[in-house]
């Protein structure tokens, strides 16, 4: 090892900066999305069977629900715009404004060029969690999603049910696109109800059993038309393990809600990102 400078100390205690302050954010007008709520109505529902992964799709101004139902299940979602597979979901960016874990008030963003919100969460029954002993917290936006390579190199065989196949076969029978095709275009998630944090000795990723019950929930509105994708996680509550058939599964259902006409009176679909796209170039 490197032997340390003679200020060492002085240079670990240098003061943390915010990346990203959002004083200058725009926020959500969350009194309007939770009146719009009150009398909302049921128009579709979508059931995800264990380990395998389901499509839905949700207009501008609808509400999604993810639903735990039958015992603790972990949930790996995807959003695209339903108009372009290329506009999806932007875990990376969502984590820099918004934290390692998100609740209700914030925003799921999308990727470049469009940098706009794509969703706002509007309930989450599992706030109550906070952040535990352990570091760990719910709803997380710093985990990949479990693959079949990873797989292969840490364990030398196939295993076929990870939630980047299982997102990739339902976004091909979803579009009728090829395998190959589509699996460029599923991206890292947010693990719903995956209670998840970094070790403080390694800062090693850690996951542990969920606090998930039948019945929780948590719920979004779309701010654009989206087309989402949501695996059941072959890890079931993740309390052990993930990518075999070893854990209990449960299915998830999301279901899909009309706020009542008038109910988001005054609210836009958010166009994407302002910026010009010169990257300096032409100025």
Not at 26 to 40: C, F, G, I, K, V
Not at 159 to 188: K, M, Q
Not at 206 to 219: I, N
Not at 233 to 249: N, T
Request: glycine share 8%.
């Amino acid at each position: 090892m490197t032997d340390a400078p003679p200020d060492a100390e002085a240079r670990r205690a240098a003061a943390p900066v915010i990346c990203y302050p959002d004083d200058t954010l725009p926020p959500p007008d969350m009194a309007l999305y939770q009146r719009a709520r009150e009398d909302m109505r049921l128009v579709d529902s979508v059931t995800v069977p264990p380990r395998e992964a389901r499509c839905f799709r949700a207009a501008a101004g609808q509400v999604v629900r993810i639903v735990s139902t039958e015992g603790p299940q972990v949930g790996d979602l995807n959003l695209w715009s339903a108009s372009t597979l290329g506009e999806r979901f932007y875990s990376g960016k969502t984590r820099a404004l918004h934290g390692s874990h998100v609740t209700t008030g914030d925003r799921l963003w999308s990727c470049f060029p469009y940098l706009r919100p794509m969703a706002t969460l509007t309930a989450d029954t599992l706030d109550w969690y906070g952040i535990d002993p352990h570091g760990g917290a719910v709803h997380d936006v710093i985990g990949t999603r479990c693959d079949p390579y990873t797989h292969r190199l840490l364990s030398g065989d196939a295993y076929h049910h990870c939630c980047h196949s299982n997102l990739t076969r339902a976004l091909a029978d979803e579009t009728g696109l090829p395998l190959h095709e589509v699996e460029a275009h599923v991206h890292d998630v947010l693990n719903v109800f995956m209670c998840t944090g970094f070790t403080p000795d390694t800062q090693q990723y850690f996951m542990k059993a969920s606090p998930v019950r039948p019945g929780d929930y948590l719920e979004f509105l779309s701010e654009i038309d989206l087309l989402g994708a949501l695996s059941a996680c072959p890890g079931g509550d993740c309390g052990s393990e993930h990518s075999s058939d070893a854990a209990a599964c449960h299915p998830l259902i999301v279901e899909i809600y009309q706020p009542a006409s008038g109910a988001l009176e005054g609210w836009v679909s958010p166009m994407p990102n302002g910026y010009d796209r010169s990257h300096g170039a032409f100025v």
